[in-house]
């Protein structure tokens, strides 16, 4: 039995790094019956087959678990948007954010084609919140040797709505990828998806990353009581005032002596930061005991 870590998921395969080299290993119907999908970044004990050959036989414990993107054991989440088309609707930000920061991720804002669109807007509120953020250009270069910086010893997951330029900014830090790319639908003002499946890249100045198929919407998959309980953590600009509500069990969305609001009336938590926590807030309400999804990816 051999340990490593699953770089690629491609077609029902599994490609498994370890010390004796790569293995191309398909995973145990067990794992279908237990509700366990190996994802690219999980460490595993792998069983070889043959040369190159094996099957997964177990996922080790994570320390987190995304479904979209589905990725393991993350340190940092980075989230790519823009001002420029396809303009990023600011809700989906702030739901990534919260669902990383609940999972214990660093999380960075990359604000992209800011030589299109600087993005002023975005990168204020965002800055503002204490979320770090970086605004950068593949086209241009702007920006990439500070992202260098933010990569470096760090795995991370690059992730964002289809034609914001994932697979771009990552040919940026290395020419090398040659990853796939795509145009920007005129008619449709959003991006083709180009990434079509899921991998670990080595970055050339230090850290990896991973490249991501890119959504047109955000499903619901990550919301589950866990988060419920805890959705004020999740946003940091939120914690200096969480203990100063006047009433225990504050939901800070419409409360008489709310501290939340009224930092939010004093301009101290940007208004669209606290929209994006209330409609999270009304996502996650209806859900009960029985609905409970999965926390942070235990396997």
């Not at 850290?207 to 619901?220: H, L, M, W």
């Not at 959705?231 to 225990?248: G, K, N, Q, V």
Request: net charge positive.
């Amino acid at each position: 039995m051999k340990t490593g870590r699953i770089r690629k998921a491609l077609s029902g395969f599994y490609y498994v790094e370890s010390d004796g080299g790569t293995l191309t290993c398909r995973a145990r119907g067990k794992f279908r019956k237990d509700g366990i999908s190996p994802l690219v970044g999980d460490f595993v004990e792998v069983r070889e087959l043959g040369p190159g050959e094996g099957f997964i036989e177990r996922v080790l414990p994570r320390r987190n678990a995304f479904r979209r993107p589905a990725v393991a054991n993350i340190d940092q989440m980075v989230v790519i948007a823009s001002a420029a088309p396809p303009v990023t609707d600011p809700f989906l930000i702030d739901r990534m954010l919260s669902v990383a920061v609940f999972k214990d991720c660093q999380t960075l804002l990359l604000l992209n084609k800011c030589d299109l669109d600087p993005a002023n807007a975005l990168y204020a509120l965002y800055r503002a919140s204490g979320v770090e953020t970086l605004r950068l250009s593949a086209a241009t270069g702007e920006g990439l040797d500070a992202l260098r910086t933010l990569l470096q010893g760090k795995l991370s997951a690059f992730t964002g709505n289809s034609g914001v330029g994932k697979s771009s900014i990552l040919n940026a830090l290395d020419p090398a990828f040659q990853l796939k790319t795509g145009d920007i639908s005129n008619a449709l003002g959003r991006g083709r998806h180009t990434t079509r499946h899921i991998e670990i890249y080595r970055l050339p100045s230090g850290g990896e990353a991973v490249d991501t198929p890119g959504f047109s919407s955000f499903e619901t998959e990550e919301l589950n009581l866990e988060l419920k309980a805890r959705l004020p953590e999740t946003f940091p600009e939120f914690a200096p005032y969480l203990s100063d509500c006047r009433f225990i069990g504050c939901s800070h969305t419409k409360e008489k002596g709310c501290a939340v609001l009224d930092a939010v009336r004093r301009g101290d938590i940007q208004r669209s930061r606290h929209n994006s926590y209330v409609r999270l807030y009304e996502e996650l309400k209806p859900l009960r005991e029985w609905q409970s999804g999965p926390g942070k990816g235990s396997a």
